[in-house]
């Protein structure tokens, strides 16, 4: 039999000294290429000891997986599978091939990525899902199995739901008496449904009422229905609604977050929580939340894969939820997951998922952040930093990151380090993007408010290699590495300005204002804002380069679609509006350009948003160019009411925001001074 493609080319057996009675030659090869010569004996017991025997090798032995792999052993096995398969014979023989050809794909595929993709490209997933519908009940269980090991990965082909076929197919499983089919069909689903349609399209053919009945069923089959019920549930009100109406499965799932299988009361928890996360008003209830932040607790210290997931799950749970992270604070959870970060071996993946939940848990409440630091195992994130997996060292910058949010501890200087510093912007280095945008995340927050000075920063080269990535290809880098840039010169002196805007130049600036991406606007004009903030010689940033900057944000105030870019820029133009006459009048010919050099008046847009936050900086402007002290104020007073920006504030008087009405208020006090008697605060 020859291979399709790549590997051993299996026909030089069929010419050669049969394997019964192998030669001297064959005694010479090497073990793992004489496995894979009996593969292709036409003596069928060789064939199925030699499959038997591969299987045993490779059953949780990644270097032997590698090894065979190297050898194209998976293609051959999936053309032992496809050329028993086709003979539609159901004798003994060719059923016990094809039951051991699926099992070593199986295992080939389990939990080892490069194995899927070779069994992907070897052309056995076709034929696995055929044998389905073998008569024989050993190959249909043995080729369920190794399809349940294809899809725990990524990497397994999602299913079409929205072909009537496939989901006559899916229930098909569903309702097949054999458990590894029944699981089966629960992990295609939650492999494959990524979308509210193919939500509402499993609902409504009564894919989740069987999902529900299967929970009676054995541990394997309710362990996959949660999986797949959470899937189907997630951020879908209408599906949860539905469910959560009396006796269609809620009261099932509660109870089994008490069941006796820790994987059970692990995933039953996931399901409460998505159910929690999407529709609150279906489990308001505070005890609920509770019983879930003490078992998923309690599931930290399994020693299984359960643990290792509790901690994502966890997440989840106290994510943006302040009320969460309080009864969590109660329950000692910070406790709980510091005691795992001091283990002396730890899984990656658990580590991982341990740093997550402490970025939760600090994200918000300074509280929080107090008993972390109590604990004083800030040295162990740390050394995460420097960990072989990405994920760790990602994990582990978001948790610094979350940490950092303390303005107490950052003002006091007690993360102004070598042990951090340092390891952080090396970081910025990493071969991994993930970990280089992590890390920018959490030097953002790290040099925004603090006394002691940044020259540690500064001579490990984090302000170089931040101006360095402003110019990267990739957009989540330059955003970020412009937010670290703006929080680093934040209330700074004028010194310390001129030395980052040094770097990174006017030039370079005015074209990141006027980037083709919305967040990198944003936080280019955010830089701008903060740099012409605080002394009069700041504000002479803008005018550098004959005013390259002050004329890009002028001329993408006038396109930007976004509030945020809006209201970043229009900070700018306030500050720089603070100044002298001449920055006034500067700020004045980009609010009122010249007839036709514009299609509108963006500050009568902005002053009309329905975003107060951007009516509230246009306001700042406005107050800024009109205030009585200046002597210019009533020529531009006049301008204003002529281009109609002084009769849309008056019209702003009783705006929702209070805020607003507070500088609506000013801005008319300020008019009045002008004998602009309609002017009434």
Same mark, same amino acid.
């Given at each position: 039999?020859?291979?399709?493609?790549?590997?051993?080319?299996?026909?030089?057996?069929?010419?050669?000294?049969?394997?019964?009675?192998?030669?001297?030659?064959?005694?010479?090869?090497?073990?793992?290429?004489?496995?894979?010569?009996?593969?292709?004996?036409?003596?069928?017991?060789?064939?199925?000891?030699?499959?038997?025997?591969?299987?045993?090798?490779?059953?949780?032995?990644?270097?032997?997986?590698?090894?065979?792999?190297?050898?194209?052993?998976?293609?051959?096995?999936?053309?032992?599978?496809?050329?028993?398969?086709?003979?539609?014979?159901?004798?003994?023989?060719?059923?016990?091939?094809?039951?051991?050809?699926?099992?070593?794909?199986?295992?080939?595929?389990?939990?080892?990525?490069?194995?899927?993709?070779?069994?992907?490209?070897?052309?056995?997933?076709?034929?696995?899902?055929?044998?389905?519908?073998?008569?024989?009940?050993?190959?249909?269980?043995?080729?369920?199995?190794?399809?349940?090991?294809?899809?725990?990965?990524?990497?397994?082909?999602?299913?079409?739901?929205?072909?009537?076929?496939?989901?006559?197919?899916?229930?098909?499983?569903?309702?097949?008496?054999?458990?590894?089919?029944?699981?089966?069909?629960?992990?295609?689903?939650?492999?494959?449904?990524?979308?509210?349609?193919?939500?509402?399209?499993?609902?409504?053919?009564?894919?989740?009422?069987?999902?529900?009945?299967?929970?009676?069923?054995?541990?394997?089959?309710?362990?996959?229905?949660?999986?797949?019920?959470?899937?189907?549930?997630?951020?879908?009100?209408?599906?949860?609604?539905?469910?959560?109406?009396?006796?269609?499965?809620?009261?099932?799932?509660?109870?089994?977050?008490?069941?006796?299988?820790?994987?059970?009361?692990?995933?039953?928890?996931?399901?409460?929580?998505?159910?929690?996360?999407?529709?609150?008003?279906?489990?308001?209830?505070?005890?609920?939340?509770?019983?879930?932040?003490?078992?998923?607790?309690?599931?930290?210290?399994?020693?299984?894969?359960?643990?290792?997931?509790?901690?994502?799950?966890?997440?989840?749970?106290?994510?943006?939820?302040?009320?969460?992270?309080?009864?969590?604070?109660?329950?000692?959870?910070?406790?709980?997951?510091?005691?795992?970060?001091?283990?002396?071996?730890?899984?990656?993946?658990?580590?991982?998922?341990?740093?997550?939940?402490?970025?939760?848990?600090?994200?918000?409440?300074?509280?929080?952040?107090?008993?972390?630091?109590?604990?004083?195992?800030?040295?162990?994130?740390?050394?995460?930093?420097?960990?072989?997996?990405?994920?760790?060292?990602?994990?582990?910058?978001?948790?610094?990151?979350?940490?950092?949010?303390?303005?107490?501890?950052?003002?006091?200087?007690?993360?102004?380090?070598?042990?951090?510093?340092?390891? /952080?912007?090396? #970081?910025?280095? %990493? @071969?991994?993007?993930? =970990? *280089?945008?992590? !890390?920018?995340?959490?030097?953002? $927050? +790290? &040099?925004?408010?603090?006394?002691?000075?940044?020259?540690?920063?500064?001579?490990?080269?984090?302000?170089?290699?931040?101006?360095?990535?402003?110019?990267?290809?990739?957009?989540?880098?330059?955003?970020?590495?412009?937010?670290?840039?703006?929080?680093?010169?934040?209330?700074?002196?004028?010194?310390?300005?001129?030395?980052?805007?040094?770097?990174?130049?006017?030039?370079? /600036?005015?074209? #990141?204002?006027? %980037? @083709?991406?919305?967040? =990198? *606007?944003?936080? !280019?004009?955010?830089?701008?804002? $903060? +740099? &012409?903030?605080?002394?009069?010689?700041?504000?002479?940033?803008?005018?550098?380069?004959?005013?390259?900057?002050?004329?890009?944000?002028?001329?993408?105030?006038?396109?930007?679609?976004?509030?945020?870019?809006?209201?970043?820029?229009?900070?700018?133009?306030?500050?720089?509006?603070?100044?002298?006459?001449?920055?006034?009048?500067?700020?004045?010919?980009?609010?009122?350009? /010249?007839?036709?050099?514009?299609?509108?008046?963006?500050?009568?847009?902005?002053?009309?948003?329905?975003?107060?936050?951007?009516?509230?900086?246009?306001?700042?402007?406005?107050?800024?160019?009109?205030?009585?002290?200046?002597?210019?104020?009533?020529?531009?007073?006049?301008?204003?009411?002529?281009?109609?920006?002084?009769?849309?504030?008056?019209?702003?008087?009783?705006?929702?925001?209070?805020?607003?009405?507070?500088?609506?208020?000013?801005?008319?006090?300020?008019?009045?001074?002008?004998?602009?008697?309609?002017?009434?605060?």
């Amino acid at each position: 039999m020859e291979r399709s493609s790549g590997g051993w080319n299996l026909a030089i057996i069929a010419t050669g000294v049969s394997t019964a009675m192998p030669s001297a030659t064959s005694n010479q090869r090497p073990p793992t290429v004489d496995l894979l010569h009996r593969l292709g004996s036409s003596d069928s017991e060789v064939k199925l000891k030699a499959l038997r025997e591969m299987k045993n090798q490779i059953i949780g032995n990644r270097t032997k997986k590698l090894s065979y792999l190297k050898l194209g052993a998976v293609a051959t096995v999936a053309n032992i599978l496809s050329s028993c398969s086709s003979k539609g014979s159901d004798s003994n023989s060719n059923s016990n091939i094809l039951v051991q050809s699926a099992a070593v794909i199986g295992s080939f595929a389990c939990g080892f990525d490069d194995g899927v993709q070779a069994v992907l490209d070897a052309g056995a997933f076709p034929n696995l899902f055929r044998l389905l519908s073998y008569p024989n009940e050993k190959v249909v269980d043995a080729s369920a199995r190794s399809l349940r090991m294809i899809y725990q990965s990524k990497l397994a082909p999602k299913y079409d739901l929205f072909q009537e076929k496939n989901m006559d197919f899916i229930m098909f499983l569903l309702n097949s008496e054999n458990e590894n089919v029944g699981v089966l069909g629960a992990s295609v689903i939650t492999h494959s449904c990524n979308t509210s349609e193919e939500q509402k399209l499993l609902y409504d053919a009564g894919v989740l009422k069987k999902l529900i009945s299967l929970l009676q069923g054995s541990i394997n089959l309710r362990d996959a229905s949660l999986e797949a019920m959470a899937v189907i549930f997630e951020n879908n009100h209408e599906v949860i609604d539905r469910f959560c109406e009396p006796d269609k499965g809620l009261s099932c799932v509660i109870e089994l977050a008490r069941d006796r299988n820790p994987r059970t009361r692990l995933l039953s928890c996931m399901c409460l929580i998505v159910i929690r996360n999407t529709s609150p008003s279906h489990l308001n209830d505070v005890g609920i939340t509770k019983k879930l932040v003490y078992i998923l607790l309690e599931l930290l210290d399994d020693a299984s894969q359960v643990g290792d997931e509790t901690s994502f799950v966890f997440s989840t749970l106290i994510s943006k939820k302040e009320d969460a992270q309080n009864l969590a604070l109660e329950a000692n959870a910070i406790e709980k997951l510091a005691s795992q970060l001091e283990q002396v071996t730890i899984f990656p993946k658990r580590l991982q998922g341990i740093l997550l939940g402490l970025a939760e848990m600090c994200s918000a409440l300074e509280s929080c952040r107090s008993r972390f630091e109590s604990l004083q195992v800030l040295n162990l994130v740390a050394d995460a930093l420097n960990h072989d997996s990405a994920d760790v060292r990602t994990a582990a910058c978001f948790c610094l990151r979350s940490v950092f949010r303390s303005r107490k501890n950052l003002s006091a200087g007690h993360y102004m380090t070598e042990m951090i510093v340092n390891p /952080l912007v090396q #970081l910025l280095q %990493d @071969p991994s993007s993930c =970990v *280089q945008v992590a !890390a920018l995340s959490a030097i953002s $927050n +790290l &040099v925004v408010d603090f006394t002691t000075g940044k020259s540690i920063f500064i001579q490990a080269g984090g302000v170089s290699q931040l101006v360095l990535f402003s110019s990267s290809m990739d957009p989540a880098l330059r955003s970020n590495s412009l937010r670290a840039l703006r929080n680093c010169i934040f209330s700074e002196d004028i010194k310390f300005k001129q030395k980052v805007f040094k770097e990174l130049s006017a030039s370079l /600036l005015a074209t #990141l204002i006027c %980037d @083709p991406e919305p967040l =990198v *606007q944003e936080q !280019a004009f955010a830089f701008v804002r $903060n +740099l &012409v903030d605080g002394c009069m010689d700041s504000i002479e940033f803008v005018f550098a380069e004959d005013s390259v900057i002050l004329n890009a944000v002028g001329k993408q105030l006038q396109s930007t679609l976004k509030d945020e870019v809006g209201i970043q820029g229009m900070y700018v133009l306030s500050n720089v509006a603070s100044g002298s006459e001449i920055h006034k009048e500067a700020i004045m010919h980009h609010l009122l350009p /010249l007839a036709g050099s514009y299609r509108h008046n963006f500050t009568i847009k902005f002053l009309q948003s329905n975003d107060s936050r951007l009516r509230t900086a246009a306001l700042w402007a406005i107050m800024n160019l009109t205030s009585p002290s200046c002597p210019g104020a009533y020529g531009r007073f006049v301008k204003l009411r002529s281009a109609g920006i002084v009769s849309q504030i008056k019209n702003m008087g009783n705006d929702s925001c209070l805020d607003v009405k507070l500088r609506v208020r000013t801005a008319l006090g300020q008019f009045m001074t002008f004998g602009d008697c309609s002017a009434t605060a």
